[in-house]
């Protein structure tokens, strides 16, 4: 588990080989960092760390430099990018790579150097003898999308790091308003923590204040008012949106993704799917199912069908007619509130 292994690098417990893999790009650059940050002192970052891409240049030669002794300090850093001789695409690489070499260093790394491995695929080929060794040999991160339950205690780590603590219904709420993206997520804890100034806690008045929200998420919450009949609730978040220089039709998009994401998650929770086996049919977080879900039980059939019906027409107008692009879609959420 990555998090896991972060706790490992925070006490200098290291590997001398990691292998990064996944397409979760934020548990990727969060382990490299800390890795980094964690072994060598700013005055060695110069001297004792490169990076290579392994689709510009031969593993050989990152092998020898990570067999050369570091320059004045114990240890070497070396970040390999891009190994796509991991994967069952046909190769990118400009270059050869000798990878028995690689396979000898596996089998003897260098004691004074930290290599990590950077692989941001969703899958390596587990029929290649070079992959099986990598697992077999390093430290291995696989960079996922975290579930809910391990987000909330990724996000709790981190306000604790800050020095604050999340109340239970600010912290759900958070997720509610930006989404899963780790990178926003990260950068709302740090805002949340530099506003507190003192402050332990936070809560939920604090979040609905301070948080800002993804496009998707204005959607959602969107989508919420009209649910609840708060019409002039709604089209505030949506002229909201049109001073933020949205696009009308964009957002007509989102409007129509929500809603086609409601219609399958209460059809496939209607024929026995749990929500993470909804979340895998449909390739999104589990997290965004149980949003759905919760909106699901709020429509029949037949008003989601007649909703889907009416941005279907909205959408052809906005396409074909004159009319004013925005203008249609205030007309739109006039038409849904039921």
């Known amino acids: 588990m990555v998090l896991d292994i972060w706790k490992q690098i925070k006490k200098k417990d290291l590997a001398p080989i990691y292998l990064l893999y996944g397409t979760e790009g934020f548990l990727i650059n969060e382990t490299k960092q800390l890795l980094l940050d964690h072994i060598l002192v700013e005055e060695e970052k110069d001297f004792n760390f490169s990076a290579y891409d392994l689709e510009e240049t031969p593993i050989e030669v990152a092998l020898e430099d990570a067999e050369t002794f570091p320059f ?182 989102l409007l129509a993704g929500q809603f086609r994401l409601i219609y399958q998650v209460k059809e496939l929770s209607r024929r026995g799917y749990g929500q993470q086996q909804i979340a895998s049919y449909l390739k999104i977080h589990p997290f965004r199912v149980k949003l759905a879900a919760g909106q699901a039980g709020k429509f029949t059939d037949e008003e989601l069908a007649n909703l889907m019906k009416l941005i279907a027409e909205a959408d052809y107008q906005m396409k074909t007619g004159g009319m004013n692009k925005s203008l249609l879609i205030e007309m739109l959420l006039f038409r849904l509130k039921r």
Do not use: C
């Open 72 to 253: 004045l300090g114990e240890r070497k850093v070396l970040f390999l990018h891009n190994p796509s001789f991991l994967t069952a695409e046909k190769s990118k690489d400009k270059v050869e790579h000798n990878l028995s070499r690689l396979e000898s260093y596996l089998k003897e790394p260098a004691p004074f150097t930290v290599m990590v491995i950077s692989a941001p695929y969703e899958k390596l080929d587990e029929r290649k003898k070079i992959t099986k060794e990598l697992k077999k040999n390093t430290v291995v991160v696989e960079a996922k999308k975290l579930n809910e339950s391990e987000l909330k205690n990724w996000i709790k780590e981190r306000a604790k790091a800050n020095g604050i603590e999340f109340e239970v219904n600010a912290l759900d709420l958070l997720l509610a308003l930006v989404g899963t993206n780790m990178f926003m997520l990260s950068s709302e804890v740090d805002k949340l923590s530099l506003y507190t100034s003192g402050e332990k806690k936070i809560d939920v008045d604090l979040v609905e204040k301070l948080t800002a929200r993804s496009l998707e998420q204005n959607i959602f919450t969107l989508i919420e008012k009209v649910v609840a009949r708060k019409l002039d609730e709604a089209l505030r978040i949506y002229f909201d949106l049109l001073k933020q220089n949205e696009e009308p039709i964009k957002i007509l998009a």
